[in-house]
Every structure is written in structure tokens, then in C-alpha cells.
């Protein structure tokens, strides 16, 4: 061993220790926070399925099913999105009043500090029904919830602050905002130029130790109504009135807005959603040192703060907010393309139109079950940093697509905005969705692989630690441990990879009793060999240089992704009781997910640096062989399972049926039902080749059956409909636009 330690291990860890650059006090702070789950045996190249189908369904208690039943729904049944976004500009004052008295803003908070105590999976539950009524009051109270003070008083506040700050967020005495983003600092968020300066000033009569605050932020949630910011700030101690450090650093405090020098009030409009957003600066503002989140201790400690809370809240608002979204939209195209018809027949019928809704339906399906195996991590106390940024990055993007498609498929009913249109909200917030709370560019680029591979691999963050002991000695023993602990891991993986990509995937890890999931267990693992094994190599020959190569990680964050959300649906199918109707699903998305990353480890060898490394891998992964993605027997059969009625549409949209929803899909969901009610009659009058005016007045159907089918006729005239505004109306929308008939400028003689 000695001599492995100092023949082979000591030039080995010499070399690496000038390859790798060190790891900066930020990057410390990322990787500390959170821990790793499921990613890590994706990672292991060799993922034990019982720990994935051991993790607990995600669920609800009684008193969470109540509220969902009760102000949840009461809360959908008060709101007009049209209204809010095209007349008020903001929620009615009685919806505000209704979520400060049930506690919306409280949902995080125990109920031990007045909150209502929820699960995250209860909390994701509300902000993904209210999401599919109204943009704005979902994102009202998604924010509270999230990042924010409520959050950080949780984790890291004193007894003091949380016993009287917690209280009042809960019952929303006290509205909050938590100001990070600013013109200079939005994805650098450690860039931020906003100063604390510690020094002595008055407070409440008195000379106190405090901060002197400066800041300008920008894009701020709730900023121009809140009570109460919670704000990030770079702090300095130039005369160590705290300690010994001049620069402590990034720092988050509780700033009340109405203190002198605090400016809110103004408004951002984010893509024509109008909840409350908007820009707020700080001049000279003072406050006690105790009003840091928890405490003078926590100075210099907000950067760690703040990755910890992002690591739970990111992984619930925006997924939620995403599932509502390709749910609705796969529920209503599927529904509109019933009802549509064009050429005597309904556009579903149509492979033009069952290519977009079988993604449709697979999206919906695929992003609910990482919603679920997301809340049910979360839930079991785990603070997912890897996890909730891959989310937050995937269910945004397959939004993205999933509203492109619905808009596709209604075409020009999508296009003319009004109260009965149901997807223009959603398209116009995409781009929110996309860009807050990370922008997935920055985390698909740099965090979900960058910072996912070294906190998930088994070794590489124990070499990166040894490496930076300063204890040569002992950083040398350490690295010889892992350095072939590492060594061993990536010859096993090697093996495991070529012998599963020869076979096509038929061999490797099923858990028993999956049914008809076993050989894509086995396809699963296949490809978690093959993403250890490129991981492991990257690492090995590109060394440091690996962070900068933003296009190379970008790919590998989409195919952990893949690996993640295809493990999501087989956990989700089999906690559902592996219902035969959704199988066609699992598979498509199956299917899909492993073309997917075939292409992406395709593109990742054809850039890689080291080209006899490129080859070894090629030779080992076999990327090419991926195969080809869903058939197209397949895509029609996952498209009719929206199209037309059956468990499977029933079970996707079950809370776009209750009272309390979109106008827009109110219709539509009756237009459908009326649709398919009345499908015998049309069948019977198609093979007569009759009008139904015609067939009553020859006796063939009766003048019941005459009402059935005029009135299913109104239901889809109103579906097919669009929105249209008389001269009035639009004057009131837009004050400048004349009322009445436009004026003709051309005078009779220029027209002569």
C-alpha cells in the first residue's frame, strides 16, 4: 500500500492538484448545500430500484384534502384571470382579504407559528390548481412559499424573529418580497453591488449596532405590496464592529418597508400577467444588526442560505406551475380536437394532429410523475439541491413545448385573446417560468451537471476534498483511498456499460413484479451505466476545464434529466397499481427519453476533447444504437387516450372538471361531453346522409333526440367561437383608442 501510495497515488495527486483549479468560497457554499437522492444512483451507473419503488407515494392528510376542497376551490370559483390581467391589473381586495383569513400565505409555516403546516406535496397541490385558473393569484401565493422570508426564519431564524415574524406571514399581516435579482446581478447572483455597511445608528430611540443599507433590485415579487423584505446584500465591517472579517460577504436581513429611504410601490408588468411585481431601492437605510436572518452569526452566511432554501422551493413552485400547465394543455387539445372538425371529420383523426397530442399527453404524464417522486423527497425531510434545479429547468422547458403544441392544434382559437380563452395566459408566462428562480440556460449549463456530477458521484467529491486538505501528508493518504476507490467504480462501470449497450439493453437490474416495465428497468439502467462511465471519462481527461465546456454539460443536464423523469413514470405507474390503459404512455415517454439520449450522448462524444478518450466511450456506450423513439402506431394510441374518453384522460384532468375553473375550459369540457353523447345520432345520420332537420321531418329520430343534437351544436359553436369586442370594451381596455367607428381620413376629392 505504501508503496501505491508513494509510487503511484503521490504523482498522481501532484498532477491533479495543479489540473484542478480550487473550488471558490461560492462554489464551496453551492455544493454544501442540499443533499443528493435518486441522482445518486443514476450516477452510480448501477441504480438500485428498490430504493426508488421503497420511497413513500407522495399523499394527503384529511385536514390538506380539506382545504384543497374547501378554500382552494372557493379561492378558484372567486377569480376572473381575464379581469385581472386585461381590467383590475391586480387581484380583487376581496381575494386578497380570502387568502390573508386561510392562511394561502402561511402554507409553509407550522402550525405551531399560526401556518397551516403543509406538506410540500399539499403545497404543490394549490399552487397547481390555482395555476390552472389564474396565473396571478397562483404566483401570489406560490411566492411566500418559496424563497423567501418565511423560508429562511424557518430554517435559519432565531427563536425571537420566528416567534414574532412567523405569525404574521402566516395570517398576512405582514405581506413579503425577498429581494436578490438587480440589473448587475441577475443568474451571478453573487455579483450583486447592493452594500451593507456595519456602523452604529439610532433605532427606536436608542444608539444601537446596525447596518447601513444601499440597494437597487429589480423583477421583485410582491415587492410593491410588501410589508416586509427580506434582502440580500453584499456586508462590509471595515472597522470590525462585528469581527475580524472587513468583508464578510453576502448576507440576507428582514428590512420593514416602511423605514425611511425604502422605495416600493412601482410596478413591473411580467409578459401581461399582472400579480405584483415590480422594482424597489434602499438609500441609507438603517437597521439592527439583529435584524440579519439569524442573527450577527449568520453575517456572511447568506449565499449558503440561500442555496439551501432554493434547494426545497425551487423544486415545488415552478414544477407545479409547469404540470398545470401541460396539463391543461393536453387535456383541452385533446378535448378540442374532439369537438373540431374540419373535412367532415375530427381533427384528432388526423396524424398531422395525433403527432402533437401524443406529446402532448406523454408531457403531462411525464411531468406529473416527476411532480409526485419530486414532493415525495421532499417530504421526507431531504433538502434536494440537484433535484429541484433539474426540475425547475425540465418541467418549465417541456411547458414550453407542451403550450406550443396546444397552440398548434387550436390555432386561431388560441390566437385571439379574451375571458374564453384558456391557453394566451399560459403562452404569455412561459417566458416567466423560465427565466426566474434560475434561469435555465445558467442551470441546465452550469448547475444541474456541473454541480450534480461531483455532489452525486461516490468518489469525485472526496478527491476534490483531498486535494484542497492542507495537511499534504494526510491529503495524500485520503486521495490515494478514493483515487482507487474511483479507480475501481470506473473499470466496474466500464464493464457494465459495454456488456448492457452489446446486448441492446437486455441485460441488467429489474425489480421484481413491474410487469411489463421489466425491459425498461433494464433499458434504465443500461443508460445510467453508459452516463457514469462518460461522466467518469469527462472528468479523468478534461479535468477543471470541464465547468467552462457549458454546451458539453448542458447535454449531460439533459440526459440525468431523461434518466430522472423516465425513473419518475416507472415509479409513478407502478405506485398507481400499473394500470394497463397507461402503459402506452410509460412506454412512449420510455422510448422517447432513451432517443433522447442516445442523440445527446451522441453530441457529447462527437465535441468531446480527448478523441481517443471520444472513441474508448463510443466503443463502450454504443450511442448509436438507441433506437429510433416512438412509432407512429404508438403516438396515435397515446393520442387518443386524450381524445376520447377513458380512465386515462379522466385520471389527467380530474381538477379541470370541478366547479371553480377557466371559463374557456368550462365549455369545452361540456361541448366534449356532449360531443361524444351525441356521437350514435351523427354516426346514424352520416350513414343516412341526412341533415337532422331532414331525419326529423322523415321520422328516423325523434325530436328529443332533434334538441340532443341542436344543442350539441351550440355547445361547439361556442368552443369554436372566439372572442370579439364591440367599440366600448375596447376604449375601456385601452383608454387612447377612439369609441365609436374609426374615422375615415381620406376626403372625397383625394378619392376622386
Same mark, same amino acid.
Given at each position: 500500500?505504501?508503496?501505491?501510495?508513494?509510487?503511484?497515488?503521490?504523482?498522481?495527486?501532484?498532477?491533479?492538484?495543479?489540473?484542478?483549479?480550487?473550488?471558490?468560497?461560492?462554489?464551496?457554499?453551492?455544493?454544501?448545500?442540499?443533499?443528493?437522492?435518486?441522482?445518486?444512483?443514476?450516477?452510480?451507473?448501477?441504480?438500485?430500484?428498490?430504493?426508488?419503488?421503497?420511497?413513500?407515494?407522495?399523499?394527503?392528510?384529511?385536514?390538506?384534502?380539506?382545504?384543497?376542497?374547501?378554500?382552494?376551490?372557493?379561492?378558484?370559483?372567486?377569480?376572473?384571470?381575464?379581469?385581472?390581467?386585461?381590467?383590475?391589473?391586480?387581484?380583487?381586495?376581496?381575494?386578497?382579504?380570502?387568502?390573508?383569513?386561510?392562511?394561502?400565505?402561511?402554507?409553509?409555516?407550522?402550525?405551531?407559528?399560526?401556518?397551516?403546516?403543509?406538506?410540500?406535496?399539499?403545497?404543490?397541490?394549490?399552487?397547481?390548481?390555482?395555476?390552472?385558473?389564474?396565473?396571478?393569484?397562483?404566483?401570489?401565493?406560490?411566492?411566500?412559499? +418559496?424563497?423567501?422570508?418565511?423560508?429562511?426564519?424557518?430554517?435559519?431564524?432565531?427563536?425571537?424573529?420566528?416567534?414574532?415574524?412567523?405569525?404574521?406571514?402566516?395570517?398576512?399581516?405582514?405581506?413579503?418580497?425577498?429581494?436578490?435579482?438587480?440589473?448587475?446581478?441577475?443568474?451571478?447572483?453573487?455579483?450583486?453591488?447592493?452594500?451593507?455597511?456595519?456602523?452604529?445608528?439610532?433605532?427606536?430611540?436608542?444608539?444601537?449596532?446596525?447596518?447601513?443599507?444601499?440597494?437597487s433590485k429589480r423583477y421583485i415579487t410582491l415587492a410593491p405590496v410588501a410589508t416586509i423584505l427580506g434582502l440580500a446584500f453584499k456586508l462590509e465591517d471595515p472597522d470590525g464592529l462585528l469581527g475580524d472579517d472587513p468583508e464578510p460577504g453576502i448576507t440576507c436581513a428582514l428590512v420593514p418597508t416602511d423605514l425611511e429611504g425604502v422605495e416600493t410601490g412601482r410596478r413591473h408588468i411580467p409578459a401581461g400577467t399582472m400579480f405584483e411585481n415590480g422594482p424597489t431601492t434602499g438609500t441609507d437605510v438603517f437597521i439592527p444588526v439583529e435584524n440579519i436572518i439569524g442573527g450577527p452569526e449568520y453575517a456572511g452566511r447568506g449565499w449558503m442560505m440561500l442555496m439551501s432554501a432554493l434547494a426545497a422551493g425551487r423544486g415545488v413552485s415552478l414544477p407545479s406551475l409547469a404540470c398545470a400547465a401541460t396539463t391543461l394543455a393536453a387535456h383541452s387539445s385533446g378535448a378540442y380536437a374532439r369537438v373540431r372538425e374540419q373535412f367532415n371529420l375530427p381533427i384528432a383523426k388526423f396524424e398531422g394532429i395525433q403527432e402533437p397530442l401524443a406529446r402532448l399527453a406523454a408531457n403531462a404524464y411525464a411531468v406529473e410523475a416527476a411532480r409526485h417522486l419530486t414532493c415525495a423527497g421532499l417530504d421526507e425531510g431531504r433538502a434536494l439541491a440537484v433535484i429541484s434545479a433539474l426540475m425547475k429547468y425540465s418541467a418549465t422547458d417541456t411547458m414550453r413545448a407542451s403550450i406550443t403544441d396546444a397552440m398548434d392544434i387550436h390555432a386561431g382559437k388560441a390566437v385571439i385573446d379574451g375571458p374564453m380563452n384558456y391557453l394566451s395566459p399560459l403562452y404569455r408566462a412561459v417566458p416567466i417560468g423560465i427565466t426566474v428562480e434560475g434561469a435555465n440556460i445558467v442551470t441546465r449549463s452550469l448547475m444541474v451537471f456541473g454541480q450534480g456530477a461531483i455532489r452525486a458521484h461516490p468518489h469525485l467529491l472526496d478527491e476534490i476534498l483531498a486535494l484542497e486538505e492542507a495537511q499534504e501528508e494526510d491529503a495524500i493518504t485520503a486521495f490515494d483511498k478514493h483515487f482507487w476507490r474511483h479507480v475501481g467504480h470506473s473499470l466496474r462501470t466500464a464493464g457494465r456499460s459495454f456488456?448492457?449497450?452489446?446486448?441492446?439493453?437486455?441485460?441488467?437490474?429489474?425489480?421484481?413484479?413491474?410487469?411489463?416495465?421489466?425491459?425498461?428497468?433494464?433499458?434504465?439502467?443500461?443508460?445510467?451505466?453508459?452516463?457514469?462511465?462518460?461522466?467518469?471519462?469527462?472528468?479523468? +481527461?478534461?479535468?477543471?476545464?470541464?465547468?467552462?465546456?457549458?454546451?458539453?454539460?448542458?447535454?449531460?443536464?439533459?440526459?440525468?434529466?431523461?434518466?430522472?423523469?423516465?425513473?419518475?413514470?416507472?415509479?409513478?405507474?407502478?405506485?398507481?397499481?400499473k394500470p394497463k390503459e397507461e402503459f402506452a404512455l410509460v412506454e412512449y415517454i420510455a422510448q422517447r427519453s432513451f432517443a433522447r439520449i442516445g442523440?445527446?450522448?451522441?453530441?457529447?462524444?462527437?465535441?468531446?476533447?480527448?478523441?481517443?478518450?471520444?472513441?474508448?466511450?463510443?466503443?463502450?456506450?454504443?450511442?448509436?444504437?438507441?433506437?429510433?423513439?416512438?412509432?407512429?402506431?404508438?403516438?396515435?394510441?397515446?393520442?387518443?387516450?386524450?381524445?376520447?374518453?377513458?380512465?386515462?384522460?379522466?385520471?389527467?384532468?380530474?381538477?379541470?372538471?370541478?366547479?371553480?375553473?377557466?371559463?374557456?375550459?368550462?365549455?369545452?369540457?361540456?361541448?366534449?361531453?356532449?360531443?361524444?353523447?351525441?356521437?350514435?345520432?351523427?354516426?346514424?345520420?352520416?350513414?343516412?346522409?341526412?341533415?337532422?332537420?331532414?331525419?326529423?321531418?322523415?321520422?328516423?329520430?325523434?325530436?328529443?333526440?332533434?334538441?340532443?343534437?341542436?344543442?350539441?351544436?351550440?355547445?361547439?359553436?361556442?368552443?369554436?367561437?372566439?372572442?370579439?369586442?364591440?367599440?366600448?370594451?375596447?376604449?375601456?381596455?385601452?383608454?387612447?383608442?377612439?369609441?365609436?367607428?374609426?374615422?375615415?381620413?381620406?376626403?372625397?376629392?383625394?378619392?376622386?
Open positions: 500500500m505504501s508503496f501505491r501510495r508513494n509510487r503511484i497515488s503521490k504523482p498522481i495527486f501532484h498532477w491533479a492538484r495543479k489540473a484542478m483549479p480550487g473550488l471558490s468560497a461560492t462554489e464551496r457554499e453551492a455544493l454544501n448545500a442540499g443533499e443528493v437522492w435518486w441522482e445518486a444512483e443514476l450516477f452510480s451507473g448501477n441504480p438500485d430500484y428498490r430504493k426508488l419503488l421503497a420511497v413513500r407515494a407522495p399523499d394527503l392528510t384529511e385536514e390538506e384534502q380539506a382545504f384543497l376542497d374547501g378554500p382552494c376551490r372557493a379561492l378558484c370559483e372567486m377569480l376572473d384571470d381575464w379581469a385581472i390581467n386585461q381590467k383590475d391589473g391586480d387581484l380583487p381586495p376581496a381575494v386578497w382579504d380570502f387568502l390573508r383569513e386561510k392562511r394561502f400565505f402561511g402554507m409553509i409555516i407550522s402550525k405551531a407559528h399560526g401556518g397551516l403546516g403543509f406538506s410540500a406535496f399539499a403545497h404543490s397541490e394549490v399552487v397547481r390548481r390555482l395555476s390552472m385558473v389564474s396565473l396571478p393569484a397562483a404566483v401570489t401565493v406560490m411566492v411566500p412559499n +418559496s424563497l423567501g422570508p418565511g423560508e429562511l426564519l424557518h430554517l435559519f431564524g432565531t427563536d425571537a424573529q420566528k416567534d414574532y415574524w412567523l405569525p404574521r406571514l402566516a395570517d398576512g399581516r405582514e405581506l413579503p418580497a425577498f429581494g436578490l435579482s438587480s440589473n448587475e446581478a441577475g443568474s451571478d447572483a453573487a455579483s450583486m453591488v447592493d452594500r451593507g455597511v456595519v456602523c452604529k445608528g439610532e433605532w427606536q430611540g436608542k444608539e444601537v449596532l446596525g447596518i447601513r443599507l444601499n440597494w456488456a448492457r449497450s452489446l446486448s441492446g439493453g437486455r441485460i441488467g437490474p429489474e425489480p421484481p413484479r413491474v410487469g411489463r416495465a421489466g425491459p425498461i428497468y433494464r433499458q434504465l439502467a443500461r443508460w445510467s451505466a453508459a452516463y457514469a462511465l462518460t461522466a467518469d471519462i469527462a472528468f479523468l +481527461s478534461i479535468g477543471g476545464g470541464l465547468k467552462r465546456m457549458e454546451m458539453l454539460s448542458g447535454r449531460m443536464a439533459d440526459i440525468l434529466s431523461e434518466l430522472y423523469i423516465t425513473s419518475a413514470v416507472l415509479k409513478r405507474w407502478q405506485d398507481q397499481g442523440q445527446h450522448l451522441d453530441a457529447v462524444l462527437a465535441n468531446f476533447p480527448s478523441r481517443p478518450a471520444a472513441l474508448l466511450l463510443r466503443m463502450l456506450t454504443a450511442p448509436r444504437r438507441a433506437g429510433r423513439g416512438p412509432s407512429d402506431a404508438l403516438t396515435a394510441k397515446c393520442a387518443a387516450l386524450i381524445s376520447q374518453p377513458g380512465p386515462v384522460r379522466d385520471r389527467l384532468g380530474a381538477d379541470l372538471t370541478t366547479p371553480g375553473q377557466h371559463p374557456g375550459i368550462a365549455a369545452l369540457n361540456d361541448a366534449f361531453d356532449k360531443v361524444i353523447a351525441a356521437e350514435p345520432l351523427r354516426h346514424r345520420l352520416r350513414e343516412l346522409e341526412m341533415t337532422p332537420e331532414a331525419a326529423l321531418a322523415a321520422g328516423l329520430i325523434t325530436s328529443d333526440e332533434k334538441a340532443q343534437l341542436d344543442d350539441q351544436a351550440t355547445a361547439v359553436d361556442r368552443v369554436v367561437a372566439v372572442d370579439d369586442f364591440n367599440a366600448d370594451e375596447i376604449s375601456t381596455m385601452f383608454p387612447g383608442a377612439r369609441s365609436g367607428q374609426r374615422r375615415n381620413t381620406t376626403t372625397k376629392g383625394e378619392a376622386a
